[in-house]
């Protein structure tokens, strides 16, 4: 009998695993799947590819909400500029550019648009007194130039270049340009300036219409006395001093006239 062949009961059998196949494929996908992981950089500790998206999302996230707190912060520096500029506006703060006369701009005068509706009438009325004093004293120089032509003396017709020369600017700047600012702010302070060099103006011109041989020298001023002397030598000299006599008296009543309607407004308004 042939025993080499017959298997030895206690030789030691190698057993065979039947999924030693699957298990090596397992462990040779397993270690794929490690080293795919160790290049792609999946499942490691310090991994930080998922943040990347997420602090780009944030970044975005947050340079939107600064971009609206910068809109909404210019959108209310706007708003403040233009409340700045209503209140500069309503305040009443004069402009500086001079507007007449049209020929030739020396100062800024707009009623139309810088007085109120209700206080229109009394601002031109003072306008047409201060343009009345203008006239008196530029007719002043006039009738007084004629009389120095015909003898009255050069000194007369300095004086009364110097009551023109001051007499306009002055009267603008004293009473008629605060009456002005008082119209358009409702400032009591500057009513209350006008009242008194508006005073002043009407004693002025009553004074101009008498023209007493007094501080003013003589015949500087066309008045009713002046008049009176010059027409017994001059008639002509005297017709000119009769004429400005006419103006001061006319300029004398319109001023009270206006300081009584000014006066009651500001009473009235108060």
Known sequence: MNYRNDPNPFDEVEEVNPFSNATAAQGSKSRIH?????????????DATMDIPLDTMNDKKKKEKELALWEADLKRREQELKRREDAVASAGVPSD?????????????DIANE?????????????????GIALCLVYNVIAVTVCWIRGGGVKIFFLATIYALLGCPLSYVLWYRPLYHA?????????????????????FCIFAAIAPPIVFHGKSLTGILAAIDVFSDHMLVG???LIGFGLFCL???????????????FRGHK
Not at 188 to 203: C, P
């Open 115 to 131: 007085i109120p509706v209700h206080a229109q009438r009394l601002q031109y009325l003072a306008f047409a007194s201060w343009l």
């Open 239 to 241: 017709i000119f001093y």
């Open 183 to 203: 119209m358009r702010t409702d400032s009591a302070l500057r009513f209350g300036w006008f009242f008194m060099f508006y005073l002043l103006h009407i004693g």
């Open 97 to 109: 550019d001079k507007n007449w006369p049209r020929s030739f701009p020396i100062i800024h005068h």
């Open 251 to 265: 300029e004398s009543l319109l001023s009270l006239w206006v300081l009584q309607k000014i006066y009651m407004y």
């Open 34 to 46: 490690q080293v795919v992981a160790q290049t792609m950089g999946f499942g490691q500790k310090h």
